[in-house]
């Protein structure tokens, strides 16, 4: 049984705001991993920022024409908790704090993208990739509160292999639809 096929129409609506949370994704990866001997400031800005970024990209993401509108609510939901944790984040830089908010954030949007799937991915087909991104939230944010004790180093390195995980996989997604959307519009992204 062959995978259907995302119309080129679809796939030109929601491939740049998927390229772009797959960037934000890798940034705040790359900085993860390369910035020695991080602090509570490190992670507390880098998080946030991470958070808000993405959090505009999901919106775009569905805001195209064509995503369903029960499934705007949800995900409108999920960069809205994205905002507020990083607002909290930037505001209030404790490690212990900002451990909390991630998880929160992680855990919500995670939980809302898997509602998102089981829910819509027959009326959008772009949505047959949230259930990846969502567990990935999901397990970020089980990993973040499971280390709460930890310091700030170890707690960006947390949650910066699960960003590393959704990183990977949103760059393949962005990149299948950049594929599908071909027939619709021959310079997307050039």
Known sequence: MSAAKIPAAIAAEVATPVMGRAIT???FAVVSIFWPNANAQVLAYGLAA???VSAKFIW???KAPSVPQPARGLYGIAAL???LSGL????MPQVLVVGI???AAFIVAGLLEIVVFFRHREAFLPFRDQLVTGFVGLGTGAALLMGLHLDAHALL???GGGVIILAVFELISAFGLRHDAKEEQA???R
């Not at 909290?88 to 505001?91: E, K, S």
């Open 60 to 62: 775009d993401y569905v």
């Open 101 to 103: 908010a991630a998880s």
């Open 88 to 91: 909290t984040m930037a505001l």
């Open 81 to 83: 908790v994205m905002i």
């Open 157 to 159: 390195g947390l949650a």
């Open 50 to 52: 991470f958070m808000v």
């Open 187 to 189: 310079r997307l992204w």
């Open 25 to 27: 994704a890798a940034v």
